[in-house]
């Protein structure tokens, strides 16, 4: 049993490293779309000042179209006001918009947060990847995951739902069972493991149509003066 323990171990902790790295190349292929954009800003201005003297408003038009388009893609859309949880959330966002998944978001975080920021990462992550996953076996036109996170007065509240095949999922030894494969499993247990240390409060509900999973965090958030 003891061996068995610690191979379960060393699994999760592959698993969280191989998380955070592949967490952290998402974050940073976002921000290199970015500075790319704002490299390449002069060049834009230049392209639509030339259309501009040359008396084409419809050139000027469409390129101003193409720009929006393409801003839309990289441009952060959440601000928490807390910096790792933008660029987690707005990493996925990006990711989950590529495969066609919508997501609406509403989230207000303080600045400084008790949390550290490998759990944060291996919590998020870990519900966007899940919901993803989940979304990818639905028509485009039945796609969607809504979060919200905020404080509740000294906790944490963090809520992701997304919309599932329109079956509730079964509970299998307490849990609700990963259709992903061997070896899937680690990310549920991982965020388990994550709120029990901390002494938070963790409930998963699956109901016909969608399912969500609600994560409360005991928080003292410090003050930026302080």
Known sequence: MRLFSKKIDRQLEAYQQELIET???EVENMYRQMRSWRHD???HIQTMKAYAAAGDLAAVSRYLDELDADLTRVE???KTGNPMTDAILNSKISLARSKNIPVRADAHIPYRLQLSEIDLCCIIGNLFDNAIEASLKLPEKERLIRIY???KGPQLYISFT???AGKKLALKNGRFATTKGEGH???LLRIDAIVERLGGYLHRGSEDGAFTTEILLPQMAPSVSS
Do not use: E, K, S
Request: hydrophobic letters at 40%.
């Open 76 to 78: 952060p859309v959440i």
């Open 23 to 25: 967490h952290y190349a």
């Open 162 to 164: 997304n919309f599932t």
């Open 41 to 43: 800003y002069r060049n």
């Open 185 to 187: 499993g680690f990310g």
């Open 149 to 151: 996170m905020d404080m």
